[in-house]
């Protein structure tokens, strides 16, 4: 390789350089070389920014899809539990009802006694 300082331009530059650096002909200048280069540095510093962000926005959509379904998990749990109480809170009511029905049929019972005890002396007397 030789360098003319003359025009500032690379003679018989290898091609596996020129293909690295995007150069087209032998006699590209040095300013435009050193162009290319920052190129593909900016390109590969924006790729990697390109990557950390999609991670990191990858990151990002899981942690909110995890704490969505968290979040739903609870709202049913708490549907269930309501469910749970209400089902309780029927049966106790349903309970305590079976008790007043069997408080009432037994005073029930002992009035109709009495009543039969009553009549059977009226019958009697007469």
Same mark, same amino acid.
């Given at each position: 390789?030789?360098? @003319?300082?003359?025009?500032? @331009?690379? /003679? ?5 350089? =020129?293909?690295?650096? +995007?150069?087209? @002909? ?7 070389? #050193? #162009?290319?280069?920052? *190129?593909? +540095?900016? %390109? &590969?510093?924006? =790729?990697? &920014? ?19 379904? /968290? ?5 049913? /749990?708490?549907? %269930?539990? $309501?469910? %749970?109480? #209400?089902? *309780? ?6 309970? @305590?009802?079976?008790? %007043?029905?069997? =408080?009432?049929?037994? *005073? ?6 009495? $009543? ?11």
């Amino acid at each position: 390789m030789t360098f @003319s300082p003359v025009n500032n @331009s690379y /003679q018989n530059f290898p091609n596996n350089l =020129r293909k690295l650096f +995007g150069l087209r @002909s032998p006699e590209t200048p040095l300013f435009e070389l #050193i #162009i290319n280069n920052n *190129k593909l +540095g900016y %390109i &590969k510093k924006k =790729r990697k &920014k390109d990557l950390r962000n999609k991670k990191r926005n990858l990151l990002l959509r899981n942690k909110q899809k995890r704490l969505q379904k /968290q979040k739903s998990l609870k709202q049913k /749990q708490k549907q %269930i539990q $309501i469910q %749970i109480q #209400i089902q *309780k809170q029927k049966r106790l009511d349903a309970e @305590s009802k079976n008790k %007043i029905n069997r =408080r009432l049929m037994k *005073k029930l019972d002992n009035f109709d006694q009495e $009543i039969d005890a009553d009549l059977e002396q009226l019958f009697k007397n007469f």
